[in-house]
Nanobody, 120 residues
Framework: QVQLVESGGGLVQAGGSLRLSCVASGSILSINTMGWHRQAPGKQRESVATITSSGRTNYADSVKGRFTISRDNAKNTVYLQMNSLKPEDTAVYYC??????????????WGQGTQVTVSS
């Protein structure tokens, strides 16, 4: 089993910054893609940013130029630096990881979610 533990969410004023982190632990041989998704009330969950094991990144158009995803493979950790935050960024943010486990099973895991609230 694999657990993803997130931190860094909170309340911030528009224009401010937050840095989210997520640490994966458990039955991990390797992690392919890690990423962040978010879900606001009444909206579908959407991908915010992803990063592969080799460092290739993808961003939602709405966050390009403002958010930066990074990872530390040795620590099985992914980060999301969020700058110039807007009220529309308010959502529950979820970490996810595509994990190859010790039993060779490959599964997609999700964190518990952390609330990000941006006030106007």
């Amino acid at each position: 089993q694999v657990q993803l533990v997130e931190s860094g969410g909170g309340l911030v004023q528009a224009g401010g910054s937050l840095r989210l982190s997520c640490v994966a632990s458990g039955s991990i041989l390797s992690i392919n893609t890690m990423g962040w998704h978010r879900q606001a009330p009444g909206k579908q969950r959407e991908s915010v940013a992803t990063i592969t094991s080799s460092g290739r990144t993808n961003y939602a158009d709405s966050v390009k130029g403002r958010f930066t995803i990074s990872r530390d493979n040795a620590k099985n950790t992914v980060y999301l630096q969020m700058n110039s935050l807007k009220p529309e960024d308010t959502a529950v943010y979820y970490c996810n990881a595509d994990v190859r486990q010790f039993d060779w099973r490959r599964n997609d895991y999700w964190g518990q979610g952390t609330q990000v609230t941006v006030s106007s």
